[in-house]
């Protein structure tokens, strides 16, 4: 059977990178019908924090990346590592090597953070790798790849201070946990000619390795907190749904013809690393804007109003009328890109309070504007509000019987109505309000632009 794993050092949180690797390793065992295993590569005490462990697991279930068995923590299998090393160490295939002091080690901590039968001070172990002129990888994205003997290195697999190292370690759970397939990201091809030296020395099978070319910005650089390289709960939090960010990561450094969008089931099955580019993938924090905006477009109203509640009662709004949220959904998911910046929009549907005190009055000053006003709200007082197509034909009959265009009141309506000139057509508008509110609205501002 096909086993991946995803082995993630919680010493930070997981970025965009880390979940393309993960999704990339479950979505390839799930091509295979096989099984996508989690590991937690927690040796190092003093960088690993719970918290950073949490927001790990929380995540990877949020997007519905979850192990097919229960995670392995390599802080509990530390006696694993030094018997292990023990065999190395009788094969002669490891050595003691003195630890060199100068000034790039002279700050290190030496003191004993794992006691156990090998430790002896003032010394690390070390993996002799064997003698060749070429070192191989057969790898299933980068094809061969050679290294020469010079740039192999007889690693350090044991600490002075006791603790085994990533090299040693990897090595000997890859093989505890089965795994067949190894995929992660190609800053760990250098690693990979030593590690399979360390499985051949053990007696393993070697699995095979995928390394998949890291994620870059629109700059071309790696990626960093200013391309969005950050928690990827943060994305989660602000409402970018699970099924958008996974279709986006999918299809950076994969792709199945012109096909765009595509559901978990249709991945699952259509998912190969013979599609996986070699070149850097580009993270495109626009095109993440765009599919998730296009996910909630085609999500059902009331769907949307399910998930939006929440981004609303943070803002101290509480829905007791669910078809007034609805109707204002129906107006402006269009115009915003997650759940939480649709929710921000929408204050003003819910306040019986406009400020009208901010920069964008300052175009609103003149007595034209003002007998706009007195007009409309006289007008608007004598008509009804029962459709939105009445309120549409008040407005054009309005524009011709005055001489004017609607730039030359809509702005002032919708501002009036709303705070801010972004916003639905201002018949809309009227018609969610309704009478009284709109009245009000425009009343209040009138009065405000007197005084």
């Known amino acids: ?77 530390l006696d694993a590592y030094i018997d292990s090393i023990e065999i190395l160490l009788k094969k002669d295939m490891a050595y003691y090597d003195q630890v ?22 003032g010394y690390v172990i070390r993996f002799r790798n064997p003698l060749k002129e070429k070192h191989i990888v057969e790898d299933m994205i980068h094809g061969t790849v050679k290294f020469s003997a ?10 002075s201070n006791g603790m085994p190292t990533y090299n040693l370690t990897s090595v000997i759970d890859d093989n505890y946990m089965g795994i067949t397939h190894i995929i992660r990201g190609d800053d760990h091809l250098n690693n990979t ?23 870059h910005g629109k700059d071309g650089k790696r990626l960093s907190k200013r391309h969005g390289s950050v928690d990827i709960n943060s994305f989660l939090d602000d409402g970018y749904l699970k099924d958008s960010i996974v279709n986006y990561l999918a299809k950076t450094g994969w792709s199945h013809g012109d096909k765009e969008f595509f559901s978990i089931d249709e991945l699952k099955k259509l998912f190969s ?13 626009d095109k993440l804007n765009w599919m998730n905006q296009q996910y909630i477009k085609k999500m059902s109203i ?68 003002i007998v706009i006003l007195d007009n409309i709200i006289a007008q608007l007082s004598e008509i009804g509000f029962d459709d939105e197509a009445s309120l549409s034909n008040f407005f054009a009959n309005f524009a011709e019987e005055n001489n004017l265009k609607f730039k030359d009141f ?10 801010r ?11 969610i309000l309704g009478k009284r509110r709109t009245l009000d609205r425009l009343s209040k501002l009138r009065d405000f632009m007197s005084n």
């Open 150 to 159: 010079k740039a192999i290195n007889d690693v350090v697999i044991l600490r």
């Open 302 to 369: 009331s769907n949307v109003a399910d998930l939006i509640k929440p981004y609303l009662q943070s803002q101290n709004i509480s829905i007791t009328d669910n078809s007034y949220l609805e109707k204002i959904l129906a107006l402006g998911i269009e115009r915003d890109f997650n759940l939480k910046d649709i929710a921000g929009g929408l204050g003003y549907y819910f306040t019986e309070e406009i400020s009208f005190d901010n920069e964008i009055y300052k175009k609103f000053k003149s007595e034209k504007d």
């Open 421 to 431: 000139l972004k916003a639905p057509a201002v018949n809309e508008l009227c018609f």
């Open 193 to 215: 000619p030593v590690q399979i030296n360390i499985f051949d020395a053990l007696g393993y099978v070697t699995p095979k390795f995928a390394h998949l070319p890291m994620i």
């Open 273 to 285: 690393l013979d599609k996986v580019s070699k070149s850097s993938a580009i993270f495109d924090y």
């Open 100 to 121: 060199e002091l100068n000034e790039k080690t002279k700050d290190t901590n030496l003191e004993l953070e794992y006691e156990n039968r090998l430790n002896k001070q």
């Open 1 to 77: 059977m096909i086993k991946t794993r995803f082995a993630p050092s919680p010493t930070g949180w997981l970025h965009i990178g880390g979940v393309r690797t993960a999704l990339f390793s479950w979505l390839f065992a799930k091509s295979q019908n096989g099984e996508f295993l989690l590991r937690i590569d927690d040796t190092d005490k003093g960088r690993c924090k719970s918290d950073y462990l949490q927001s790990i697991l929380n995540s990877l279930s949020r997007l519905d990346l979850k192990s097919d068995s229960d995670p392995v923590y390599q802080s509990n299998r």
């Open 410 to 419: 809509g702005p002032i309506i919708r501002f009036g109505l709303t705070g």
